[in-house]
């Protein structure tokens, strides 16, 4: 295990923005975190749990511990003719994990093809993506008490995952070091095709679904087809979750936009696509020195080259403001601002 000083992490977060932390160190097993449970520069400093960096904005630079999540594996815990039961360590790409699953025909997470950052990552945000949500097959969470050093098992509930939530994201936030993740998965076919943009794309391809991997590769194709590559141009997919009313709420933008698109909800609730509302504020492809919300999805801010996180931030700051002063509606960062 080695620990790093004054780290670059632009390489590190896919904004691509130029901040450094304090201290660095990656953890490839169990052992060395426990070993770096015991150093100095763990028990004297902040710290910060990364996988992906991909949903996450550097705003300054960061004054202790980035610790790198880099364990790796996945293995078939048991199976029956019904389900397969999968444990996934937290260093792994999140897709990579996808692609495991649609290999063996598995169903349960095509969806979320082609989110980015790691399996680690995947509970804190409770990732969801064309209907589905990781909630729908995690059965626990291994994580790693960083104040004792103990291992805990978390069970589905006491997760206590929300929309883009957990309980790893507020009430015990920085307080542990996921390590691996278990799913359960279908050996039965359980499509998903509630959402009209991937069945609008399976319709226009002619794709008859015969299995998840048909899923999988027509939701990769979507996204390619709408959101940045981060290599290319930096940015963090979706800046802002999706706005969620009431019914009676609803009737009042309606009165005033009709046009605009919602999803009903458990409950009564009804889900406004905070896209819409970016586009409809005239923010889609403007470009703001060297920040700007991309050209074909809203919900993307970029990072246009040699751009600070507080330009960014800024800039999202701007278009929360326009759409509260414009429709009356809070918008709420999807992504960590550090």
Not at 102 to 123: D, F
Not at 247 to 268: C, R, V
Not at 276 to 300: F, M, P, R, S, Y
Request: charge should be neutral.
């Amino acid at each position: 295990m080695n620990i790093n000083k004054n780290y670059d992490l632009s390489k590190l977060n896919t904004f691509g923005i130029a901040a450094k932390a304090k201290f660095f160190v990656e953890v490839h097993n169990e052992a060395e975190f426990k070993e770096l449970l015991d150093s100095t520069e763990f028990k004297n400093n902040q710290r910060l749990f990364l996988g992906g960096g991909s949903n996450v904005l550097f705003t300054k630079d960061f004054d202790g511990l980035v610790i790198l999540n880099k364990l790796k594996g996945i293995e078939i815990l048991k199976e029956d003719s019904e389900s397969v039961v999968i444990k996934c360590l937290g260093g792994e790409i999140w897709h990579d994990l996808v692609v495991f699953a649609v290999e063996r025909g598995l169903w349960g997470i095509e969806n979320l093809s082609l989110i980015p950052g790691t399996v680690g990552a995947a509970p804190m945000q409770n990732i969801g993506a064309y209907g589905a949500e990781l909630k729908n097959v995690i059965e626990n969470v291994e994580a790693f008490d960083i104040a004792t050093g103990e291992k805990k098992i978390f069970s589905k509930e006491e997760c206590n995952f929300g929309y883009r939530d957990s309980v790893f994201k507020n009430k015990l936030k920085d307080k542990y070091f996921i390590s691996a993740i278990t799913l359960k998965l279908s050996k039965k076919e359980k499509k998903n095709l509630t959402y009209k943009v991937l069945t609008d794309h399976l319709e226009s391809n002619n794709i008859e679904v015969k299995n998840s991997k048909h899923i999988s590769d027509a939701v990769a194709d979507i996204r390619r087809s709408k959101l940045p590559d981060p290599k290319v141009i930096g940015n963090a997919g979706s800046f802002f979750k999706n706005v969620f009313i009431t019914a009676a709420e609803l009737n009042k933008l309606q009165k005033k936009y009709p046009d605009a698109p919602f999803f009903k909800e458990e409950d009564e609730v009804v889900k406004i696509p905070a896209a819409w509302l970016i586009e409809k504020a005239g923010w889609k492809g403007k470009k703001v020195g060297n920040t700007g919300v991309h050209d074909k999805q809203a919900l993307v801010l970029v990072n246009h080259g040699g751009a600070e996180g507080e330009e960014i931030l800024a800039l999202a700051n701007r278009i929360i403001s326009d759409v509260k002063e414009k429709f009356g509606l809070t918008l709420v960062p999807e992504v960590n601002l550090i």
